[in-house]
Every structure is written in structure tokens, then in C-alpha cells.
Nanobody, 118 residues
Framework: QVQLVESGGGLVQPGESLRVSCLAS????????MGWYRQAPGKQRELVAA???????NYADSVKGRFTISRDNAKNTVYLQMNSLKPEDTAVYYC????????????WGQGTQVTVSA
């Protein structure tokens, strides 16, 4: 069983950077595909970035060139580096894992709030 704990959210000004982290425990992290989702008030949860077990990545169009997802299998951690933040990036950011054999992300963290405001 995989458990996910996010950290690193906070309040930043437009144009600043922030890195959120997700620590996975309870399973073989290196074999799991991982993703970061976000949900803003009144909006549906959306996929922001994803990284496969082999390190391939993909991003939502709205964050391409600004956000970078990475993973450190030795630390069981996946990161989301967010640069040039905009007010529309304000949301709760969730870490997700897709366990081997699953057809979708099936393990979720509790979320961390990111607020971009002047």
C-alpha cells in the first residue's frame, strides 16, 4: 500500500517560485507512475504534470515551460518545481500515484495549498 504526504505549499507573489514535495511510503515507489493534480475553488481537479516510473514527463499546456516534475527514487519523493507563478495557479495541489496494474491514479495525498497573490 502506498501512502502520500505533500509538503511545501504556501503563499507567494506573482512571478515567484515554489517547490512542493510528495513523500511516498509503504510500497516500491520506483515502479509507480506519479502525478500532480490541482483543484481551484469552484473548478474540477486537473492534471498538472506526470512522470512515469522510467522518467518520462508530460505537462498541462497551462504550465509548460514554467513547471517541472521530477522524482528521486532513493528518497521516495516526487517534486513539482513551479516558476513564474501566476494568480491562476492558486489551488490545492495533490500528489497521486498509479500503482502497478492500475489503469488510473488510485492513491492520493491530502493536498497542499498554493496561493499566488500580491
Amino acid at each position: 500500500q502506498v501512502q502520500l504526504v505533500e509538503s511545501g505549499g504556501g503563499l507567494v507573489q506573482p512571478g515567484e517560485s515554489l517547490r512542493v514535495s510528495c513523500l511516498a511510503s509503504g510500497s516500491i515507489f520506483s515502479t509507480n507512475d506519479m502525478g500532480w493534480y490541482r483543484q481551484a475553488p469552484g473548478k474540477q481537479r486537473e492534471l498538472v504534470a506526470a512522470i512515469t516510473s522510467s522518467g518520462s514527463t508530460n505537462y498541462a499546456d497551462s504550465v509548460k515551460g514554467r513547471f517541472t516534475i521530477s522524482r528521486d527514487n532513493a528518497k521516495n519523493t516526487v517534486y513539482l518545481q513551479m516558476n513564474s507563478l501566476k494568480p491562476e495557479d492558486t489551488a490545492v495541489y495533490y500528489c497521486a500515484a498509479q500503482r502497478v496494474g492500475a489503469t488510473q491514479y488510485d492513491v492520493w495525498g491530502q493536498g497542499t495549498q498554493v496561493t499566488v497573490s500580491a
